[in-house]
Structures are given as C-alpha cells and as structure tokens.
C-alpha cells in the first residue's frame, strides 16, 4: 500500500514552453502532498506544501507564478513549470502523506531537461 | 529552525561489514520524528527506518538500526552485514507533525554510500 506514482518519468522540452507533471497516489487519499526539487549530487529541497482544495504553500524564494501546483482532488496534484529555462533543469519528486500517519510517501520522480 | 547534518559525504564499507552513518540534528521541539532514506540510483526514495522522539527504544529493521541520543540530537544508522544493495545515498530526516510546517520533512545533505564486493 501506499504507492505514489508521477507522470511522467522524464520530459525534454524547449526553452519557453510549459510542462506538467503529475503526481497520484494510487491506493490511499492524500490531503497533502509535497513537491521536491534535486539537482545532482544535492538533497532534496522541498518547494511547495500541496493541500487539497486550497492554494499551495511555497518555500522562500521558489516562484508560485512560475512552479503553479493544483491539488484538485484527494489522489493528483500537479505542478507546471511555466515558461521553461535551462536552470529549470532538475529532478523534481513528489510524495504525499497519509492522514494521521507521520510519514510521506514518494513517487518515482520525474527528469525535466529544458533545451 | 530545524536544522539536519550529515557529516559524511561519502562512505565505504566492505560486503558483510558493518558501517554507521552519522546524523545530528537541531530542534527546540520536544515531539517530532526521525527518518532515514534511502535514495539508489534509480532515485527513488524509500524509507529505511523511522524513529518516534518520544519512544526510548532504538529502532530496528532486520539489519538496519539506529542509535537515538535525544539529549545529544543525534540519529545514527547502523548498517549490518552490508549487502551491494546497500549501495545508495542516505538522508536523515526531521518532521515534526504538528503545527505550521506540519508534515514537512527536512532532508540532511546525504551520505553516499559505496559496498564494495
């Protein structure tokens, strides 16, 4: 239990365009999910706190116009990076916690590469 | 703020030896949990162990435990019996599960992790 899947695994786009990823939790409901950003060789920086129904929460200094996450339902969250750059670059990785356990769970990640 | 080191940038340790990774952490709460992560190369993440601060008691996990020093805010792992399959980057966690920031987990900067046959 407690699967966590993204959509897709890995994405190339050119400069300026937008991309989506999706994240779902498969087998259980998911009231919040997190959203992660590493580049290589880093850890993992958390960039935005996804509830269902209400407007995420950003961490300083990431751009909520630019990283738009939708948390429309108990089992998908998505984020879009707008207006694609190179340093836009990364693996992004989302996971999602189950209520009333102390724990997230992590989908499979996702590597954007924008030319 | 909380705050999560690991010291260890990379480590190394012979198959069937034992190693332990080094983890402290900087917290004025008193209720909050402890993780350890694994992440190999295909990246995906998977919890290795989880350690409640209230519980005195080390966790276990067949041949992974830890080593919980609330008083010194330190959270070690010990892997015994390595296996090539260890092979991975480990990051220590912090979350505390109430309040503001809850559910967040911060993540240490990793500790890579050679077995070597």
């Known amino acids: 239990g407690a699967v966590v899947s993204q959509h897709p695994s890995w994405v190339i786009c050119k400069s300026g365009t937008s991309v989506k990823i999706e994240c779902r939790s498969l087998d259980f409901q998911a009231t919040t999910m997190f959203w992660y950003r590493q580049f290589p060789k880093q850890s993992l920086m958390l960039m935005a706190t996804s509830n269902e129904g209400s407007k995420a929460t950003y961490e300083q200094g990431v751009e909520k116009d630019k990283f738009l996450i939708n948390h429309a339902s108990l089992t998908l969250s998505t984020l879009t990076v707008t207006s694609a750059h190179p340093e836009d670059s990364s693996f992004y990785i989302c996971?999602?916690?189950?209520?009333?356990?102390?724990?997230?769970?992590f989908g499979p990640g996702t590597r954007l590469t924008v030319l | 703020a909380q705050t999560v080191t690991q010291s260890q940038p990379e480590m190394s340790v012979q198959e069937a030896e034992t190693v332990t990774l080094s983890c402290t952490y900087d917290?004025?709460?008193?209720?909050?949990?402890l993780f350890w992560y694994k992440q190999p190369p295909s990246r995906q993440m998977i919890l290795v162990i989880r350690q409640e601060a209230y519980k005195q008691q080390n966790a276990t996990e067949n041949r992974f435990s830890v080593n919980f020093q609330k008083a010194a805010k330190s959270f070690s792992l010990k892997i015994s019996d390595s296996q090539l399959g260890d092979t991975a980057m480990y990051f220590c966690?912090?979350?505390?599960?109430?309040?503001?920031?809850?559910?967040?987990?911060?993540f240490g900067k990793g500790t890579k992790l050679s077995v070597k046959p």
């Open positions: 966690a912090f979350m505390i599960p109430t309040g503001g920031s809850q559910g967040n987990l911060i």
């Open positions: 917290t004025s709460e008193s209720n909050y949990y």
């Open positions: 996971s999602a916690r189950v209520e009333g356990r102390n724990e997230q769970f």
